[in-house]
C-alpha cells in the first residue's frame, strides 16, 4: 500500500504533515510520499512521525511547471520525489513560483472582491504557517464566506481558468524542471497528465519529448483518469519505458480524494529509490 502524491498545510492541504501521516497509517499504507506544490517545508514534521505511525516517508514536491505551445502555455504539474532541497537551482525556481503565486492571489482577491465579500485577511485565515496562499485556499474563504458550497464548486466556476476573476502564474518550462529536477538527484513522474477537467492537457508527443529529456515516469492510477485513459497511460509508458505510480491526490478535507484510494506497486518504488538521491525514510 504506496500512496506517492499527497498535501499538506504546507501548500493547500488541510491536515498537518503529521496529520497526512497519521492519515496514511489509519488507511493501511506502508510508505506515503508527502509532495506539497513547489514546497518541501513539512518534511521534517512528516519525517519526525514515521517512527510513531510506521508508515515509511518518500519526501518530494509537485512542481507547476508549464508547456509553451502557440496560443499560450499548458499547466503541467511535476512530482519530485527524494531530490535535494538545497539544490540552489531547484531552489532559486521554487522560490521564484511561489512569490508569483503571492502575486497573483492577491489580484485574484482584489478582483473577486469586487463582486462578492471576500478580503485578503479572510483568506490570509485559511492558510497556515509558511504556506503559500493559492486558489485553495481563496476558494475555503468564499466557502466560509457562503459564496459558494465547497472547493470543487469554486474551482469549476469563478476561480477556473477563462473566467474574469483567474489570473495566470509564473512556472518554469517542463523541460527545464525535469532537468533541474533531475540535476538535484531526484526522480521527476509527471502528475495526473490526462486530467482534462482542470484544464488543457499535453499531448503525447510532448509527454514523449520529455521522456527524452529525463521524465522517468507518469502518474496512471489518480482519480482523475478513467478507465479508457489509464489504458492508454499504461501503453504509453510500455512505448517510453516510463514508470507507473498511481495516487491519491490527498488533501485532507480540502478535496474528495482519500488517502491510499489509488496506489503503487512496490517494485516501482523501489526503482524511484534507486534512482533517487535520497533514501526513503523507513520506520
Not at 9 to 32: H, K
Not at 220 to 249: C, F, K, P, Q
Amino acid at each position: 500500500m504506496i500512496d506517492l502524491h499527497t498535501h499538506s498545510r504546507a501548500s493547500d492541504g488541510t491536515d498537518s504533515p503529521r496529520q497526512v501521516m497519521e492519515a496514511a497509517s489509519a488507511a493501511g499504507l506502508t510508505t506515503v510520499a508527502l509532495t506539497d506544490h513547489d514546497s518541501t517545508s513539512g518534511w521534517a514534521e512528516a519525517a519526525a512521525c514515521v517512527g510513531s505511525t510506521g508508515v515509511a516517508l518518500v519526501r518530494g514536491a509537485e512542481i507547476s511547471t508549464r508547456v509553451a505551445v502557440p496560443d499560450g502555455g499548458i499547466s503541467v504539474h511535476l512530482l519530485a520525489y527524494l531530490h535535494d532541497p538545497a539544490h540552489p537551482a531547484l531552489v532559486a525556481e521554487l522560490a521564484r513560483t511561489r512569490d508569483d503565486r503571492l502575486v497573483r492571489a492577491r489580484t485574484m482577491v482584489d478582483r473577486l472582491a469586487a463582486d462578492f465579500p471576500l478580503t485578503w485577511e479572510d483568506v490570509v485565515a485559511h492558510t497556515h504557517g509558511d504556506a503559500t496562499v493559492g486558489r485553495p485556499h481563496i476558494a475555503d474563504a468564499l466557502v466560509a464566506a457562503g459564496v459558494v458550497g465547497h472547493r470543487d464548486e469554486a474551482f469549476a466556476t469563478m476561480l477556473h481558468p477563462g473566467t474574469p476573476y483567474y489570473v495566470p502564474h509564473y512556472a518554469p518550462d517542463t523541460a527545464e524542471a525535469v532537468r533541474a529536477v533531475l540535476a538535484a538527484g531526484g526522480v521527476p513522474v509527471m502528475a495526473h497528465p490526462r486530467a482534462g477537467k482542470r484544464g488543457r492537457v499535453v499531448t503525447e508527443a510532448t509527454i514523449a519529448e520529455l521522456a527524452e529529456v529525463g521524465l522517468a515516469g507518469i502518474e496512471v492510477d489518480h482519480r482523475d483518469h478513467d478507465e479508457a485513459d489509464r489504458a492508454r497511460l499504461r501503453e504509453l509508458a510500455a512505448e517510453l519505458d516510463l514508470l507507473i505510480t498511481g495516487s491519491s491526490d490527498y488533501h485532507g478535507a480540502g478535496k474528495l480524494n482519500r488517502i491510499g484510494e489509488n496506489t503503487t506497486e512496490p517494485e516501482v518504488l523501489a526503482e524511484i529509490e534507486r534512482r533517487g538521491g535520497l533514501e526513503v525514510l523507513r520506520p
